[in-house]
């Protein structure tokens, strides 16, 4: 009898190097506003890290540029590790080594992977894990404007290799879809809920919008300050837009309740999402907050808003935040982008990774960017 001849098949050459590109430093603004040190990102090397047991590399399809990172690097918003450091949360790629099991996979990495054993984790609020590692900020020095990178298999969702979408574009779901969807299961979001977006026209409000829909909304109101981009929206789950430009919030709130009217659309019960992260639309939220309402804060800011936190007890209304996504909802997010529900290819752009800091520059510039900037590894 014939021995078959097994080849073992050549392992995949792993490079004994990360590639990256890593903030030297952030922008920095004396305390009295004088005196501005100009930020630097830089290609670097890395040493390739051994994976631990239950660890993959994963080689990066694409890591998406987010308002977040922008703010570490040039807002002042410190990363949890310090610099030199690596940003990029928002990463899709294929594994090369580690884990057997996932060797060969395409797979979306979790913005936040939480450390499942503490008692947040087991309390099932992992995406907030006070241990959680977060690439680009709390994962030693690696985050996604690089090669590659390692994470725990457990936390990253499979992709299907049968998909027309491309890989680096899917690098999206990591954080501008996952988290509104997070949002949308803070908020107890069902069918036949009414739901307002404030920041619907914005990078992750038209994931919100879509999402609403996407998860059985009745009625989904868009609200925003950019009026063609609102449009914009009504083809991608909102049901009617409202214009808040140039508007008090108490403005929006009479405006609001006309299309309420209108509409024949009740007056309590609807689901708020503030993603704009603006104080604007943080007063805009708190004004349309009605009975037995439910306001949740997607978006980040530092400034500080009034309201009569009384009113919530007149309502019954409540308000909450919302932190990353937890790993184990990644796969019904992607399910909702891969069958269509969920749009992302017209709000995504690829540029090669080399041009990282004029697309940082560009973006911080512009604020709210047309599309989503993935940046795919050119080194
Ligand atoms: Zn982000
Ligand atoms: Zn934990």
């Known amino acids: 009898m014939n021995t078959p001849v097994t080849r073992t098949p050549p392992a995949a050459a792993l490079p004994k190097t ?36 239950g660890e993959i590399v994963i080689e990066i399809a694409g890591c998406g540029v987010c308002h977040t990172d922008l703010g570490f690097y040039f807002e002042g918003v410190p990363t949890v590790n310090k610099p030199p450091l690596t940003l990029g949360h928002e990463i899709s790629g294929a594994v090369v080594a580690g884990e057997p099991a996932w060797v060969g996979r395409e797979v979306i990495v979790p913005a936040v992977l939480p450390c499942r054993s503490c008692w947040i984790c087991k309390t099932g609020r992992g995406n907030r894990c006070l241990a959680q590692k977060m690439p680009g900020s709390s994962l030693g020095v690696y985050g996604g404007f ?24 899917l690098a999206v779901v990591a954080d501008a879809v996952a988290t509104p969807y997070q949002a949308a299961m803070r908020a107890d ?52 837009a409202l214009d808040a430009k140039g508007k008090s919030a108490d403005d929006v709130r009479k405006e609001y309740g006309a299309l309420l009217k209108s509409r024949g659309l009740p007056n309590y019960g609807w689901k708020i999402f503030e993603v704009s992260g603006t104080k604007g639309g943080q ?97």
């Open 18 to 53: 990360i590639k990256t590109w890593r903030m030297e430093r952030p922008w920095f603004k004396d305390k009295d506003g004088g005196r501005v040190t100009e930020g630097s990102i830089a290609r670097a090397d890395l040493p390739m890290p051994e994976p631990a047991p």
């Open 146 to 169: 690089s090669s590659h990178i390692v994470v725990p298999a457990l936390d990253v969702c499979p992709v299907p290799k049968d998909r027309r979408i491309e890989l680096a574009k």
């Open 189 to 240: 979001l069902r069918p036949g809920d009414n739901v307002v977006v404030v920041g619907a026209a914005g990078g992750v409000g038209l994931y919100m919008t879509q999402l609403a829909k996407a998860l059985g909304a009745s009625c989904v109101v868009a609200v925003d300050v950019d009026g063609e981009r609102l449009r914009r929206s009504l083809q991608y789950g909102a049901d009617a």
């Open 283 to 379: 007063e805009t939220s708190l004004a349309l907050l009605g009975f037995v309402g439910t306001l949740v804060i997607v978006g980040f800011n530092l400034a500080k808003v009034e309201y009569g936190i009384s009113r919530l007890m007149a309502f019954d209304a409540q308000i909450i935040g919302t932190w990353g996504c937890l790993p184990e909802r990644y796969p019904a997010v992607l399910g909702l982008v891969l069958g269509g529900a969920v749009q992302v290819e017209p709000f995504v752009e690829l540029r090669p990774m080399s041009s990282i800091v004029e697309t940082f520059n560009e973006a911080h510039r512009i604020g709210s960017p047309q599309k989503r900037i993935v940046l795919t590894p050119d080194f």
